[in-house]
């Protein structure tokens, strides 16, 4: 099975910055979409961003209207690693962030495979 651990969550002001990481346990991720998923308290599961690859190149990438232009997904398939990086941070990003995976590269349900989740709040 396909293991994901998230790390770099944590507490930042809003209007920073933090940079989240998805591990993979193995070097298959252009077999997957490696979306990244947030849940605030009392609130539904949200998609924040996906991306998939193919032939080693990123082939699809996109993000949920209320974090475009703030936060850029990417991938370091050398590391088996995908990245979130959340620039202008506000309040209502505070959640745990889990990163997901699914076996195609259209970043579509359903996702197979669940990291932990990391907690980021931002607050002043």
């Known amino acids: 099975q396909l293991q994901l651990v998230e790390s770099g969550g944590g507490l930042v002001q809003p209007g920073g910055s933090l940079r989240l990481s998805c591990a993979a346990s193995?070097?298959?991720?252009?077999?997957?979409?490696i979306g990244w998923f947030r849940q605030a308290p009392g609130k539904e599961r949200e998609r924040v961003s996906c991306?998939?690859?193919?032939?080693?190149?990123?082939?699809?990438?996109d993000y949920a209207d209320s974090v475009k232009g703030r936060f850029t997904i990417s991938r370091d398939n050398a590391k088996n690693t995908v990245y979130l990086q959340m620039n202008s941070l506000k309040p209502e990003d505070t959640g745990v962030y889990y990163c997901?995976?699914?076996?195609?590269?259209?970043?579509?349900?359903?996702?197979?495979?669940w990291g932990q989740g990391t907690q980021v709040t931002v607050s002043s």
């Open positions: 997901a995976a699914v076996r195609n590269r259209l970043c579509v349900f359903p996702y197979d495979y």
């Open positions: 991306i998939s690859s193919r032939d080693g190149k990123t082939y699809y990438a």
């Open positions: 193995e070097i298959t991720l252009d077999y997957y979409s």
